[in-house]
Each structure stands twice: as structure tokens, then as C-alpha cells.
């Protein structure tokens, strides 16, 4: 060993290049997995449109809808689920780490990914014993369906996830020899993660006396927190404490059962069906340019006025989010269109970033909604409910929105100076631009209500919807919609793989006894519950800085939920004050990821503060909302009772 500490050379190992060049060769295989994945999409939107239109038209619906459903969100998880990891796809938080050395974050990255190979490993063992028991039981669907098929592709993919972590695992020791650290350091990256594999299961087998349920739970919460936010992928890091909580309460066999029969039950759900339609339906959106055609054309009705731009913004964020789930789309698209042509009218940045962000938080309370999907599933709640009780609460986000600029122009009219005029004319000539989403939304949204399709339908109703007008509007293209198939497929892909282990750590949860001691202590307090309620969204507003908001309904709702339901709270009326509060977060100085978003999507010479200084009064004004919504429940209660159930 020399002076700088150099244990070896990667030069000296030209064994490990080659096994690393030979594990590469399996990357074109992961990508066309990838890619019938997408395809496996695309004739599940046709499967749903064609199930609704025999049901409702001919009273024949298809005879196995619902559990080919359900397999197809197996096969098109698992399937896609590696090549996502190829680039480097799975959710992770990287607040923390991305101020590291990069000696360091090399070295922990190494760690994370050995656990994170290790938990793929024990998934291909436990799904593939799951998978043979199917095949041996001949185990059908309630349709008559074998379930063998579906399940295998459980292990399948797995497999492949597994190869892709080893090759990982393998180019980080790679790039860690190069950078050449000491043996403490090699100590840390390759044994601190066996060490703690070890820990976790000697206190699964109850060798160490005086750790309770409890403990053990306040514990692996602990460490879960701890791991994502030293950079593992949060899906890994979900089914790793589920399988110790589950573990340490039920012996061995029960925890690994979460990675094996629980995996593929939570997976092969009809519910979660409803989420890669929609996405399906905001990319196709997206693509063909009808958010850009739906924006200029709010520009010309309102960019006149002072501030007439930043309201065009809100505007088109409104009828975005009425086609889009989330608030990353409208990030991307008015980031890149709006913030050019408010500079080139002379806005103030403060006011542009400040309307783009705020309009982009529209997204996820203005139906179809991720979030609602997420919190409804858990929940055990209509989605349906759902959709339609966030449309007068995201009618008046908007409109408080509006008054706001209006309000920031009046006392300083240079933050938005007035545009050009157009005349009745052009603004006529302009309004049939919003007709596609005004449709879109009409046949989406209409159709739940009015009960022709349940929600799940709906979102391949509106996938099927969108594409139709995007081909007839003649702006879309053979491209464009594999473009929209694979990037709702890595889309999808990604969030639901955290979504299905967030479900199984609440498993885990359950297992351990400990939500329901929480429900007991909390409810031992003497908390009414409307002070329960204002509580939990503080909570929500501060994890919101640090996580998107599926993130932390997904982090929080299996053990919220039953202490919720316990106090007697309308679950609907919750859903939407916890949905509006979390998204808040993503937008809310000083760490946020849609800040951080628009930043990198914008001219160089925008600074952070304006950004930050810009956003703050959209903040007010959605916190003002929430008020009014938390005081008068009917603002969110209303619309669905009235619903044709």
C-alpha cells in the first residue's frame, strides 16, 4: 500500500471489467422487456375502452375485466421495473447526499446498492416459491383465470432487476478503486451494509432480550427515514423494514411472506390500474401540444390585462391538470413556454416562477389525480368520491390565484405589464383550443359522475379519448405516441413499484401491532379531532419540503389512516386538506422539489431567490383555501353526495 492509501488498482483487475462488460450485454434484453411493457400498455387502454363500450352500449361486458386487470399491472411492472434501474429511474431522495463528498457518495452509493441487491435477491427466491405453489395448487382468479402466469412474471422481472444490481454494485467498486479510498472507508461501503442485514436479522429471530413490538417498529421507522435519505431507492427501502417489523412480530417465515404471496397480491390489484391509464393520458397530451395551444390561447383573452400572462398561466393550469395527474408535467411544459414569453413582455420573475409553480399545484387536488389514487386505495375510499370532491376546492385554489396577481400587479404594475390587445376575433378564433381538454374532461370526469365508468375505466376512457383527438387534431405523430408510451411507462414503472412496497410496509405496520397502539395513544391524548386534523397537516407541510406528495401519503397514510377513521373524520373531506397541504410542500421554500425542477428548466441567469420570493403569496393564498375547506367541509363533501352512485 503506498502513501495514499491505495489498497489496488483497478488496472490490476481486469477480470472484474470483463464480468461487468458481460452483465452489460443483458441491457438490450431488460429494454425490450421495456418496451412490451409500454405495448402491454397500450392494448389494456383498447381492452378497458372496449369492456365500458359492451357493457354500456350492449350490456355484455367482458368476462374477465377485472382480474386481467390486475395481472396486467403485474407484468407491466416487473417487466419494465429494470430497465428503469438502468437509468438509474427508481425513485430516490438525494437532498442530503448530493452535498456529499464525492468520495463519499460514491462509497454509500456502493452501500445501498449491496442491500439493495441483497432485497432483490430474497424477491427472486421468495416470488418464485409463491410462483411454483401457483402452478402446483392450480390456483385461479374468481374469473377462472390461472394466476401462474401473472405471478411469474414477479420472479422474472426480479431477475433481471437483480443482474442490473449486481452490475451496479460492481461499476461503483470499480469507480471506488479509482478514487482510491483507504481500507476504513472499503470497511464502510462493503461491510457496514452485511453488518446492519445482520442486526436486522438477529432482532427478527428475538435474539437480543428487551426490544418490544413497539420499539422495534419506532426503530425501523427510524431507519427507514434514515436510509432514503442516504440515498437508497425508496422501494428497496419500503420492503426491507416491512420484512423486519413483519419479522420481528411473526417470526421469519411472515416477513419474508410480504416479499413473496403479499408482493404479488398487492401488485395483481384492479385498483392500481387506473394510474398507468392516466399517465398514458397526460403524456399523450403532452406530446401533442395541446397544453402549449391551450396556453397561447389563454394568453390571448387575458394577456391584455396587467398581469394578464401570469393569469393566462393559471388558466392554462387549470385546464392542464383537468387531463394530468401531477404537478411535474405543467412544471415542465410552462416552465419552458411561459417563462419565455413572460420575459419577453417584460415580467418580473418573481411573479412568472411564482404563477408557473402555483398553477402547477393544480394538478394533483384537480381531477383525475395521483394522489387521490394513492390516499383512495389505502383508505379504502371511492376514487370516484374523490375525483369529483376536488373539483370546487381546485376551483378556488385557481381563483385565489388570480387574485393574487391581481392583487401583486395593483400595488407594483411593472412585476406584469400589459400586452398586446387582441380583438374579439382572434380571442373567438382562439377558443376552440381549449375544446380538447374541455372534451377530455367532459368524458372523463362527466362519466364517473353521471356513473357510465368507475374511475379505473375512466382513465382508459380518457387515454383512449386523447388519443383520438390528438390523431384528428393532425399534431400527432407515430413518434409521438411511442414517445408518450415510454415515458408513461418509466413513469409508471417507478411510482408504482413505491407505491406496492409502500402498501406492504403498512402490512408491516399492521403486523407489528403498531398502528393500532398509535390509534390508542393518540386517542388517549383527548385530541378532538379537528386539532388531530391540523396536526397532521403542519406534519404534512414540513414533510412536503423533502418528498413528493404520493411520497408522503405513502409514508404516512398506513399508520394516519385507522387513527383518522378511529376519530370519526369524513375521509373524503380529509383526503383533499391532505392532499392540498402535502403538494403545497413541493412548491414551498427552502427546499422543494418543484423549485429545484424549475431552476434546472430555466435561463441560467435566474436566480433561486426570485424564485423563492415569487412563490411565497401563492403559498398564502393555498394555505388560506385549506382554512376555508377544513371550516366548511362542504366545500369538499358536496359535489360527491350528490353523485349518481
Not at 85 to 110: M, Y
Not at 206 to 225: E, N, Q, R
Not at 236 to 241: E, H, K, P, T
Not at 282 to 311: D, K, P, V
Amino acid at each position: 500500500m503506498d502513501s495514499d492509501n491505495r489498497l489496488i488498482d483497478s488496472n490490476e483487475i481486469p477480470n472484474l471489467d470483463r464480468f461487468i462488460s458481460a452483465l452489460e450485454k443483458i441491457i438490450p434484453v431488460t429494454r425490450w422487456l421495456f418496451y412490451i411493457s409500454g405495448g402491454i400498455l397500450a392494448l389494456y387502454t383498447l381492452f378497458v375502452v372496449v369492456d365500458v363500450v359492451l357493457r354500456y352500449v350492449f350490456n355484455q361486458p367482458l368476462r374477465f375485466g377485472y382480474d386481467i386487470g390486475g395481472m396486467v399491472m403485474t407484468v407491466f411492472l416487473f417487466l419494465a421495473a429494470a430497465y428503469v434501474q438502468v437509468e438509474k429511474g427508481h425513485i430516490e431522495i438525494d437532498i442530503i447526499t448530493a452535498r456529499f463528498p464525492q468520495k463519499t457518495k460514491l462509497l454509500l452509493s456502493c452501500a445501498m446498492y449491496i442491500i439493495c441487491m441483497i432485497v432483490t435477491g430474497v424477491i427472486v427466491w421468495k416470488s418464485s416459491l409463491t410462483a411454483i405453489s401457483y402452478l402446483q395448487l392450480g390456483s385461479k382468479a374468481q374469473s377462472g383465470l390461472p394466476l401462474f402466469p401473472s405471478a411469474s412474471m414477479i420472479p422474472i422481472g426480479a431477475l433481471f432487476l437483480f443482474i442490473i444490481y449486481i452490475r451496479d454494485v460492481l461499476s461503483k467498486i470499480r469507480e471506488c478503486i479509482d478514487l482510491r479510498p483507504g481500507p476504513v472507508a472499503w470497511l464502510l461501503a462493503a461491510g457496514a451494509p452485511l453488518l446492519f442485514l445482520l442486526l436486522t436479522s438477529l432482532i427478527t429471530l428475538h435474539v437480543f432480550p428487551g426490544i418490544g413490538s413497539d420499539i422495534s417498529g419506532y426503530i425501523s421507522i427510524a431507519l427507514l427515514f434514515l436510509f432514503m435519505f442516504l440515498g437508497m431507492p425508496l422501494a428497496i427501502a419500503f420492503i426491507l423494514f416491512s420484512v423486519a417489523l413483519a419479522g420481528f412480530s411473526s417470526g421469519p417465515n411472515a416477513g419474508l411472506m410480504l416479499v413473496g404471496k403479499t408482493l404479488y397480491t398487492q401488485t395483481a390489484s384492479y385498483d392500481w390500474s387506473v394510474i398507468p391509464l392516466f399517465t398514458l393520458m397526460s403524456f399523450i397530451f403532452m406530446e401533442s401540444g395541446m397544453g402549449t395551444n391551450a396556453y397561447r390561447a389563454a394568453y390571448t383573452w387575458f394577456g391584455s390585462f396587467r398581469g394578464g400572462l401570469a393569469i393566462a398561466t393559471i388558466v392554462a393550469c387549470t385546464a392542464f391538470a383537468s387531463v394530468n395527474g401531477g404537478p411535474l408535467p405543467a412544471i415542465i411544459i410552462m416552465g419552458t413556454v411561459g417563462l419565455s414569453e413572460m420575459r419577453r413582455y417584460k415580467y418580473a420573475d418573481e411573479l412568472s416562477t411564482g404563477s408557473i409553480l402555483a398553477g402547477a399545484t393544480l394538478g394533483p387536488i384537480i381531477p383525475p389525480s395521483v394522489p387521490f389514487i394513492i390516499y383512495g386505495v389505502i383508505c379504502r375510499e371511492s376514487i370516484g368520491d374523490l375525483f369529483i370532491a376536488g373539483i370546487i376546492p381546485g376551483a378556488l385554489l385557481a381563483l385565489s390565484f388570480i387574485v393574487v396577481i391581481m392583487i401583486m400587479c395593483l400595488a407594483n404594475p411593472r412585476l406584469g405589464p400589459a400586452g398586446e390587445r387582441s380583438g374579439w376575433n382572434e380571442k373567438l378564433r382562439s377558443t376552440p383550443k381549449f375544446l380538447p381538454i374541455l372534451a377530455l374532461f367532459i368524458l372523463v370526469i362527466g362519466g364517473i359522475y353521471a356513473g357510465v365508468f368507475s374511475a379505473m375505466e375512466g382513465g382508459g376512457i380518457g387515454a383512449f379519448g386523447a388519443l383520438v383527438i390528438a390523431v384528428a387534431s393532425r399534431s400527432f405523430s407515430w413518434k409521438k405516441f411511442i414517445s408518450s408510451l415510454i415515458e408513461s411507462t418509466r413513469t409508471n414503472s417507478m411510482l408504482l413499484f413505491v407505491i406496492i412496497a409502500g402498501l406492504i410496509f403498512g402490512n408491516g405496520l399492521g403486523a407489528s401491532g403498531l398502528s393500532s397502539r398509535l390509534v390508542e395513544a393518540i386517542q388517549g391524548l383527548g385530541l378532538s379531532p379537528m386539532m388531530f386534523v391540523g396536526l397532521i397537516l403542519v406534519i404534512y407541510l414540513i414533510f412536503g419540503i423533502i418528498c413528493d406528495a404520493p411520497i408522503i401519503l405513502l409514508l404516512t397514510l398506513p399508520v394516519l389512516a385507522p387513527m383518522v377513521k378511529g376519530m370519526g373524520v369524513d375521509m373524503i373531506w380529509f383526503g383533499v386538506l391532505a392532499t392540498l397541504i402535502a403538494n403545497l410542500g413541493a412548491v414551498t421554500p427552502p427546499f422543494a422539489i418543484g423549485i429545484f425542477m424549475l431552476k434546472n428548466i430555466s435561463p441560467s441567469d435566474l436566480t433561486i431567490s426570485s424564485i423563492y420570493r415569487g412563490v411565497m403569496p401563492f403559498c398564502i393564498a393555498t394555505l388560506i383555501v385549506t382554512l376555508l375547506i377544513m371550516f366548511y367541509p362542504g366545500l369538499a363533501t358536496w359535489l360527491p353526495a350528490l353523485m349518481m352512485k
